[in-house]
């Protein structure tokens, strides 16, 4: 199994000004070119911040160098932080070979004896099937599949069985397939997962969460999170629009265009619990704008906010796990 590569950094970012975005060159292992667009953080006059060094303040960070900076109920203790590396892995499917191989989040949660990731990062979608509507398994599943652990993480390596008795496919309140969710049995449970937010309880627009992702660009702007045995990436977030459809969730946070599977989180009861899960990320070419619905491309990501049935087939699927 190919581990996913890691795309080093050979130019510095811009200097940035008021509202900028920087615009940062790397290349791959194969010297192919790529742009990555970094989102400052800004102060109140909207300029970026920078730290005693002169280096902008990105808003996603590794978990345990940004967890402890995030703002509010969203900044994370150390119990905290080892409970989401604990949780959130990376899942490589398919094959660089074939030219179907991905590399997305996944969660575990309740439990640990299953995960929660995005329906499409498993199966080979079939031509006709793309950006339709679906409330049925489409799609062959990819082979070979792995969850693979983060630096501090609990988590096993294994590589995951993929099939009609050990899969559960959750259609999206909108329909669409982009937006489906897969559950995926373990063969054995690792470590506990995070418990699901079962409030029923839209969140409302202007709404700060916690978005994670194991699939990121790292703290040092050096290179994409893109190794096992690393640590999460974790940055603030917004409900931005209330587009009054249920279950869909846009928001602006920067996600970089692998980090699909992402987890949105919320405190429940002083608790940190899954809200939504990341489905779709804006345009590339608006990878690191600013984040604005009358602009095109409109940089932002969107995800699945799990509602009441969501919740419940998530639990069902556990409690059938565990007998």
Request: charged content about 25%; glycine content about 10%.
């Amino acid at each position: 199994m190919r581990i996913p590569r890691v795309v080093l950094l050979v130019a510095a970012a811009a200097v940035l000004s008021a509202g900028a975005v920087a615009r940062t060159a790397f290349r791959d292992v194969d010297s192919r070119v790529q742009l990555a667009n970094l989102i400052p953080e800004l102060d109140e006059n909207g300029k970026p911040l920078v730290d005693g060094a002169g280096n902008m303040i990105e808003r996603r960070g590794a978990l345990f160098t940004k967890g402890p900076q995030l703002p509010g109920d969203l900044k994370l203790s150390p119990q905290d932080m080892q409970q989401i590396n604990d949780a959130v892995g990376f899942m490589d499917c398919g094959s660089e070979v074939v030219g179907n191989y991905t590399l997305t989040t996944a969660t575990l949660y309740g439990n640990g004896g299953q995960l929660v990731a995005q329906w499409r990062a498993i199966v080979d979608l079939p031509a006709s099937a793309r950006g339709a509507k679906g409330d049925r398994p489409v799609g062959a599943f990819k082979k070979a599949c792995w969850l693979r652990p983060q630096g501090k993480s609990k988590l096993i390596e294994e590589e995951l069985r993929l099939d009609p008795r050990s899969v559960q496919f959750v259609p999206s309140p909108t329909g669409e397939l982009d937006g489906a969710l897969a559950l995926i049995r373990l063969t054995k449970r690792t470590s506990a997962g995070l418990p699901l937010d079962d409030s029923g309880t839209p969140l409302a627009v202007g709404t700060p969460f916690l978005h994670v992702g194991a699939v990121q660009l790292d703290a040092t702007r050096r290179a994409y999170i893109g190794d096992p045995y690393t640590e999460p990436a974790v940055q603030a977030c917004a409900r931005r629009i209330d587009r009054r459809k249920a279950g869909d969730l846009m928001t602006d946070c920067s996600m970089t265009e692998e980090a699909i599977g992402s987890v949105g989180l919320v405190r429940l009861g002083g608790r940190l619990a899954i809200k939504a899960i990341f489905t779709r990320t804006g345009a590339e070419r608006a990878d690191g704008k600013p984040f604005n619905p009358n602009q095109a491309p409109a940089s932002f990501s969107q995800g699945v906010e799990l509602t009441p049935d969501m919740v419940k087939q998530m639990n069902a699927f556990e409690a059938a796990g565990a007998k």
